[in-house]
């Protein structure tokens, strides 16, 4: 007991240390009561970069923190990435005789904070009133509202939609603003009981107009606004690549800023803390804060089990079924006179197979129950119907079939999920390499632990998997439902991803030819064009991209990962989604109207098709802004005849002006920004497969191939000079010539 004393006090001190400080140690973690969190700090040392300086000033009381050195008062600061400013009020006011006496027009300019888009509104009162608000995102913009009335009586308490205040919503990524308001009359019709105008950026829900407003806005002189706040300036992907400088550290997540370049972190589930500083996400101990436990609770890193005693059963959980007793029948005493020697040994040996017997039965309860939640009885009722129970693995039957493998044989295969075995990382998992015993070597995919929605999201790609057969799809061998995190089992696809051999330069780059290039494009169309046209019903990927197609021995592409993939309803056109992609491949008008239509994959297939031309990454915070989204800039170097300056230098090599020109002219039909305006898939595949053709049989292409590639330079630039429209149908036209040979090769 005396030993545990110390550890106690310890434990006790730590967690204190822990709860209370959110900032570099030998920082200021306080200004007043306002918490300042890391990167936040108030001197040099003691923040991230030089953004993250705020300044306390204690000669007020309470004390009164400001935003770099400015005059910004800052009230709240928030690690999940937002902060809130006093943001000042613009005025315009007249006396009797409607002659103005105060005229302010605040102009607030934040740096590297965005104004929250989804967090604050633009607001205008008076009765004479109009407002505008103008600042820079990049580009510049301006918006605003007018409101009017006659009287008092006409404003209704609580409404800002025209009458004495009016209400509009700010854009994304506004890091400065330039307010103004104005009055039509002087306000001399209304000056009574509204002598001036007022308009401000307030917090949403802060701000309740009352008539009473109208007077003087009731003595205020700041309204809280909320600010985004982000670290670097590039997507958690690229930040992840240097470990030392990426700011979530351990037992965190990171995820994409939405409101501008960066990436902010957040502790992952189970641990609470400052993702930012070095072991600030702490584990949180469930069983003291919630006490979930029926019976026994036990605290593990990120989460909790629940157990029962001997002699009960159940999960344990409260919110669960608890732990009841074992109904069991006492054994009768048999006659002590007969020997307790005999009895003592027979009962440690039955006790022991009891015991035994009772774990098997414990393991075999968790493993139900991890089938059941990771939607086993969904796959089961949505999978075709099987002969033998899921539980066995000894199915036999055709190679193809789709296997349900126990968590034995999958630890077996990659040597219990060894470092050494791991072939990728990903949002959705890691994914391990296996062999099976009959030796042949698998993909094992261990999803992160499944929450309701990625448990969704696996089944999904089972049963699209399961329905497709086809070369170029990465084929889906089986899964294990058996383990807390669902586990897929795909075949081993031996060259990695065609991302890495694009952009990775350590690669010799010779092996992905212009031939391949464009072998692998095409083979990728016609997975699309089954998936749309053939599949019943039709299938979308929602998620092409390069790091999603796989390349084996011979640089054949397999389409991998279904997890976003939708079922298209054959008597529907258009499906209503959450919008889900990858930035760079997604499909604008998808992602502004939330419509999922096929022409979605068209679009990011384009993007892959720009990728394979020019071999730049679609989306890169390394290059300058214009350059920095891949296809936009294709589409507009191609509007202004500077093709060639983005062309791969090894394509330029082995590709010819014509086959180039043409490939680039289906990729901008692709990337069109109307959907119905794009090809469909299985237009772009019977284009695709008939330049490969031609490039395959160039006895087929009569023109002088000497000739054509000193011309490269010139052709390539006068060939968007002219009408595009009339080129791109010509081009149509010219496919159907090219489509007819494969075919009367006699395939
Ligand atoms: C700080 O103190 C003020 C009053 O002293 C209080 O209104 C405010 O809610 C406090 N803020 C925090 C974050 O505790
Ligand atoms: C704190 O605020 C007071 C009053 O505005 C000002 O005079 C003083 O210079 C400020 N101190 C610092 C360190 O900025
Ligand atoms: C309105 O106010 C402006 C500025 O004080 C003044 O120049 C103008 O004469 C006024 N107009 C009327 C109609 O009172
Ligand atoms: C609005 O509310 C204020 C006080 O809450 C009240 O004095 C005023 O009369 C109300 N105005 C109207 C138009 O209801
Ligand atoms: C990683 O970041 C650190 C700190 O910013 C920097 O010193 C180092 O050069 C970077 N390493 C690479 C490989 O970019
Ligand atoms: C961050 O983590 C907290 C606690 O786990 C959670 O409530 C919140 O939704 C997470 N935020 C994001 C954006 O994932
Ligand atoms: C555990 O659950 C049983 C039945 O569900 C209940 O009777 C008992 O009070 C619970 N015990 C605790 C400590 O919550
Ligand atoms: C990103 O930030 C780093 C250091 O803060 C800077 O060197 C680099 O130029 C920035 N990149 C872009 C694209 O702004």
Redesign the pocket.
């Known amino acids: 007991m005396s030993m545990s004393l110390p550890l106690i006090f310890l434990q006790l001190l730590l967690a204190i240390v822990v709860a209370a400080s959110q900032a570099l140690p030998g920082c200021e973690n306080l200004c007043g009561n306002i918490s300042v969190p890391y990167p936040f700090g108030t001197r040099p040392g003691c923040f991230k970069s030089d953004y993250f300086l705020v300044t306390c000033n204690s000669s007020f009381n309470p004390p009164k923190l400001y935003l770099t050195t400015s005059l910004i008062e800052v009230t709240d600061i928030f690690l999940s990435g937002e902060l809130r400013i006093q943001s000042w009020i613009a005025r315009d006011c007249y006396n009797k005789q409607h002659l103005r006496v105060v005229k302010n027009n605040p102009w607030m300019r934040f740096r590297k904070f965005p104004v929250s888009h989804t967090r604050n509104k633009f607001i205008a009162v008076g009765c004479d009133s109009y407002a505008v608000i103008k600042g820079s995102q990049g580009r510049k913009y301006t918006t605003g509202c007018l409101s009017l009335c006659d009287s008092?009586?006409n404003?209704?308490?609580g409404s800002c939609s025209g009458i004495g205040c009016c209400q509009t919503i700010i854009p994304k990524e506004v890091r400065s603003y330039n307010i103004r308001v104005n009055s039509y009359d002087n306000h001399s019709s209304v000056w009574d009981f509204n002598p001036c105008s007022y308009s401000f950026v307030a917090e949403d829900n802060t701000y309740t107009f009352?008539?009473?407003d109208l007077a003087d806005l009731q003595g205020r002189t700041s309204v809280p606004v909320v600010l985004d706040w982000a670290v670097g300036n590039e997507t958690c992907v690229a930040a992840r690549k240097n470990q030392t400088s990426f700011a979530c550290k351990q037992n965190s997540k990171c995820y994409n800023f939405d409101n501008g370049p960066g990436y902010r972190c957040n502790c992952s589930d189970g641990y609470e803390g400052n993702p930012y500083l070095s072991n600030g996400c702490q584990d949180i101990d469930e069983c003291k804060i919630s006490s979930p436990c029926n019976m026994t609770c036990h605290n593990l890193p990120g989460t909790y089990v629940c157990s029962c005693p001997e002699g009960y059963q159940g999960d344990g959980k409260k919110s669960g079924s608890g732990c009841s007793r074992i109904p069991r029948k006492s054994l009768p005493l048999i006659n002590i006179a007969l020997g307790i020697s005999i009895s003592i040994s027979v009962l440690l040996l039955g006790g022991s197979w009891l015991y035994w017997g009772f774990r098997q039965r414990k393991i075999i309860k968790l493993r139900e129950k991890f089938f059941e939640q990771n939607g086993g009885i969904m796959l089961l009722q949505k999978l075709p119907k099987r002969d033998e129970s899921v539980q066995s693995s000894k199915r036999t039957g055709s190679a193809k079939s789709f296997e349900i493998y126990t968590e034995e044989c999958l630890k077996k295969a990659t040597n219990n999920y060894h470092e050494s075995r791991i072939l990728g990382q990903g949002g959705q998992g890691t994914v391990y390499k296996g062999i099976l015993p009959d030796d042949t070597t698998v993909a094992i995919k261990k999803s992160k632990i499944g929450n309701k929605s990625q448990v969704e999201q696996f089944v999904n790609e089972i049963i699209i998997l399961s329905q497709i057969n086809h070369t170029n799809v990465v084929k889906l061998l089986g899964c294990c439902l058996e383990t807390q995190v669902p586990l897929l089992v795909y075949e081993f696809v031996t060259n990695g991803t065609l991302y890495d051999h694009i952009h990775t330069k350590t690669r010799s780059t010779s092996l992905i030819t212009w031939e391949n290039r464009l072998r692998i494009a095409t083979e990728t169309a016609g997975v699309l064009s089954y998936l749309h046209s053939d599949a019943n019903p039709p299938i979308i990927h929602r998620d092409i991209k390069s790091n999603n197609i796989l390349l084996d021995e011979n640089y054949t592409a397999k389409v991998s990962d279904f997890g976003a993939s939708r079922l298209f309803p054959t008597d529907q056109t258009q499906l209503t989604t959450l919008v889900q992609g990858t930035l760079g491949y997604l499909d604008p008008e998808y992602f502004q109207t939330s419509q999922l239509t096929e022409k979605s994959d068209v679009y990011s297939f384009g993007v892959l098709l720009v990728e394979l031309l020019t071999g730049k990454e679609a989306l890169s915070y390394d290059r300058p802004e214009k350059e920095r989204n891949i296809a936009m800039y294709f589409v507009s170097s191609l509007k202004e005849d500077r093709l060639l300056e983005i062309v791969d230098q090894q394509v330029i090599k082995e590709g010819k002006a014509e086959k180039l020109k043409e490939f680039a002219i289906v990729a901008k039909g692709c990337l069109e920004v109307k959907g119905d305006e794009r090809p469909t898939m299985k237009e772009v595949a019977m284009e695709l497969q008939g330049l490969r053709t031609v490039e395959k049989h160039p006895w087929v292409n009569d023109s002088n191939n000497a000739e054509e590639s000193h011309s490269l330079l010139g052709e390539l630039s006068n060939a968007y000079g002219g009408d595009e429209n009339t080129r791109i149908s010509a081009s149509y036209d010219s496919m159907v010539n090219h489509v007819i040979s494969p075919f009367d090769d006699g395939r």
């Open positions: 008092i009586d404003v209704i308490n009352s008539s009473l």
